[in-house]
């Protein structure tokens, strides 16, 4: 009984410990103590029938006294835990108790049902289910929530499986080496864990046991494509809007784009255009590459990548599709309308929740200098009706490196609606006017955006009255989010001659390898820039810092951002020192304060594929490589002990059993089996015959000592420990070196009887 109750109070308390971490502030450590005490109880009860009886009836009370209801109202019971569990797949962890007493409900519920299920298995001594409820109970908060010492905490029930295996059905003779395997286990798990090149993902996915179907009410995210720079509030229950079927190297999901700028602020123009229908691998598509501003690698279908959407919880017109979309599936959503820019609006009703429809886009990954060698040769759309170049009503910028800018810019903000921008057009000339190709002066602008300007991501900035706020931002402020960035980006650009405009839609999300799709959840939503290239069209670029991951090496936000071609395109455009201050972060080198809220990447590529700095690789392959030597000296340190504790000891019989198991567990460490209950003469042929070493003397001493007259046992005992050390040194030298050293490894010895 008193094994029982310690055991079931350890785990109970280990199940609290870990699942009251998912609330800040955390739970109360009453109810926790309580819903324990509860969950022990059934498990103290006298016989089987009793105890599963007691089980049953604690349930019901445990759940009435975590979710406030009636125990008897069984339904309402189901109902509420049903909703709290739920709530775990939308509100960020850790969460807030008081907001959400249903989630609070739940975690006490957790602790309660783990710590009878334990309780029940340690009474009926059954160590490896008890076990299992271990980690199934004090492991899954973990999923859910992972924290900087859960290393610590793996450890720490690591150890309380292998009390359990050990404790619960012990065994004689057998404590030392348990203690032996199980430190062996732990520090082997703990090495092996810290690896960067073990450690890679987590062992269990909560977020991929979705019981049901329902994952949030239906939301909408048009906050974000509708200009609004006085503050954001993302809603403290996290959504998932949809999820899609794509690559892994996906970047961002696409729902609009913001093309004109007047008002102060960006807003959609788009140009109705009628699609091409045609049929293509048995899927009916509505085609968009009559756009002329497509590069003409588009027009071919094998060049296209593919992203199946199935909507969740998203509420909007707007159809989402990968970055560079070309065409839309047909028919899963009615009544589509597009524009020249490959955007998809639903005009009649949303897509509803479950609507899955397949969308193709054209992602050319052109290299920085590549892009570098594109020239401002511009389109009529572009060059002379002024397309994506306009920076107020009525008012375009001609294109970059041309004549015709100059004399623009020599009187244009005389004119009053464009004379507040004046600072935003001057400082972009101060990063990027001496840039001798568009994709320098782009770049330039993003990584002084990100890095060099000493910018804060911040979800309320601050409001500057009688200044329009991208403006205010670029030269006062320097703080906002991402409709901020990718405003003042695009508008500096146009500034600059170069056609830009702002994208809207979600960052990747969440990425399960396992299934090929990406969770997308509402705080996902954000805006970044495309920027034009003649012979590649449209390209993203991200001035967000933490947001960005895209996929290209062209640009600074991206994973795979081909810093050093970046570099030389911009020593080559605006000088050497210019371009090492703009991409130092980017290079490598220490950036300086403010470059963002850490929560603001939530959704990027890196985090969400569960991706990984590799500059650390030297140092991780040091630290397991020492790790392991330290491991091997534990061991081998141990094993030590252990054997000599054997002649820790004054009684010459016991030291005479103690030579006999040595020389026994040497041979036995080595390879060389020993039958059972051999006499001392047996052995001493035995060893002989697989050895060719001689123990006669050793095998006598320990004969005399063991049962020889008392007076002489004294002296036999100390003489049959000089004859074993004697003996090991023969044997060392007749027995080759591969099998000495796998017998440092080998735990027969400690086992030896």
């Not at 073990?198 to 046991?209: E, S």
């Not at 589509?336 to 992602?363: E, I, K, L, N």
């Not at 911040?458 to 706020?469: D, I, L, T, Y």
């Not at 091997?632 to 009684?651: C, E, N, S, V, Y």
Request: some cysteine; hydrophobic content about 45%.
């Amino acid at each position: 009984m008193a094994r029982t109750l310690a055991f079931s109070l350890s785990l109970g308390l280990l199940f609290a410990w870990n699942w009251s971490r998912l609330e800040d502030p955390r739970a109360a450590l009453g109810p926790l103590v309580l819903v324990v005490a509860l969950g022990v109880a059934p498990a103290l009860l006298p016989g089987r029938r009793l105890r599963l009886a007691g089980a049953i009836v604690a349930l019901p009370l445990a759940g009435a006294f975590a979710l406030e209801a009636r125990p008897y109202e069984l339904g309402a019971l189901l109902s509420q835990a049903g909703n709290g569990f739920l709530g775990f797949y939308d509100v960020l962890v850790p969460f807030q108790g008081s907001a959400h007493p249903l989630m609070h409900g739940v975690l006490l519920l957790a602790v309660f049902i783990f710590t009878a299920l334990a309780a029940l298995a340690v009474q009926a001594r059954r160590p490896l289910l008890a076990s299992l409820v271990l980690v199934a109970g004090a492991g899954w908060p973990a999923t859910i929530y992972p924290g900087h010492d859960d290393l610590g905490r793996g450890a720490i029930l690591l150890i309380a499986a292998l009390a359990l295996v050990a404790q619960l059905k012990p065994s004689r003779h057998r404590g030392a080496p348990q203690i032996l395997v199980g430190t062996a286990l732990v520090v082997l798990a703990l090495v092996t864990s810290s690896s960067g090149a073990v450690a890679k993902r987590q062992f269990l996915d909560w977020q991929t046991w979705d019981l049901s179907s329902k994952t949030g009410p239906s939301v909408t995210v048009e906050y974000v494509w509708k200009a609004n720079y006085r503050g954001i509030s993302f809603p403290k229950k996290r959504t998932r809007v949809f999820t899609v079927r794509a690559p892994a190297n996906s970047v961002y999901w696409r729902a609009t784009t913001l093309d004109a700028f007047a008002d102060d602020k960006w807003q959609e123009e788009q140009i109705p255009v009628v699609p091409i229908s045609i049929q293509l691998n048995d899927t009916n598509q509505d085609v968009l590459t009559d756009d002329p501003l497509l590069p003409f690698a588009a027009q071919d279908p094998g060049r296209w990548t593919a992203a199946t959407v199935h909507i969740d919880a998203l509420r909007d017109v707007h159809v989402v599709s990968p970055s560079g979309p070309v065409a839309y599936e047909r028919g899963p959503i009615p009544n589509v309308q597009y524009s020249s820019d490959g955007v998809a609006v639903a005009y009649t009703t949303p897509p509803g929740r479950g609507t899955q429809y397949t969308a193709w886009a054209f992602q050319p990954q052109p290299k920085p200098s590549q892009l570098a060698k594109s020239q401002p040769d511009y389109p009529d759309s572009i060059a002379v009706d002024g397309d994506y170049l306009s920076v107020g009503r009525g008012h375009f910028v001609p294109p970059f490196g041309t004549q015709r800018r100059l004399t623009w810019l020599a009187d244009a903000f005389s004119n009053p609606s464009l004379r507040p921008y004046r600072p935003l057009e001057t400082t972009a000339e101060e990063i990027a006017g001496q840039a001798k190709n568009p994709y320098a002066a782009t770049v330039a602008i993003e990584a002084w955006l990100r890095s060099g300007g000493q910018f804060a991501y911040s979800e309320h900035p601050k409001q500057v009255p009688g200044v329009p706020p991208l403006v205010a931002f670029v030269t006062r402020t320097k703080t906002g989010y991402c409709q901020h960035f990718a405003g003042a980006m695009a508008l500096m650009l146009r500034y600059l001659g170069i056609p830009a405009r702002v994208a809207a839609g979600f960052t990747s999300g969440n990425y399960d390898a396992d299934r090929g799709t990406w969770r997308v959840y509402d705080r996902n939503a954000h805006a970044w820039v495309e920027v034009w290239f003649k012979g590649y069209g449209w390209l993203p670029f991200d001035p967000t810092p933490g947001r960005g991951n895209l996929g290209g090496p062209y640009t600074a936000s991206s994973i795979s951002f081909d810093a050093s071609g970046a570099e030389k395109v911009l020593k080559a455009s605006i000088g050497a020192l210019a371009a090492g201050s703009l991409l130092r972060n980017e290079l490598g080198h220490p950036g300086q304060a403010g470059l963002g809220d850490a929560r603001a990447a939530g959704g990027d590529v890196a985090k969400g594929r569960g991706g990984g700095s590799s500059g650390r690789s030297v140092g991780i392959a040091r630290f397991v490589v020492a790790g392991a030597v330290a491991l091997i000296l534990l061991f081998a340190l141990t094993k030590m002990a252990i054997r000599r504790r054997r002649f820790l000891t004054g009684d010459p019989r016991s030291i005479a059993t103690a030579c006999r198991r040595e020389l026994v567990g040497y041979l036995l460490d080595v390879g060389i089996s020993i039958p059972r209950a051999l006499s001392l003469a047996d052995l001493r042929e035995h060893v002989k015959r697989r050895t060719g070493v001689d123990s006669g003397r050793l095998l006598e001493s320990i004969g005399l000592a063991r049962f020889g007259p008392p007076a002489e046992a004294g002296s036999a005992a100390r003489e049959a420990k000089a004859e074993l050390r004697l003996v090991r040194r023969r044997l060392r030298r007749a027995i080759p070196f591969a099998r000495r050293a796998r017998g440092l490894f080998s735990l027969r010895s400690l086992l030896a009887s």
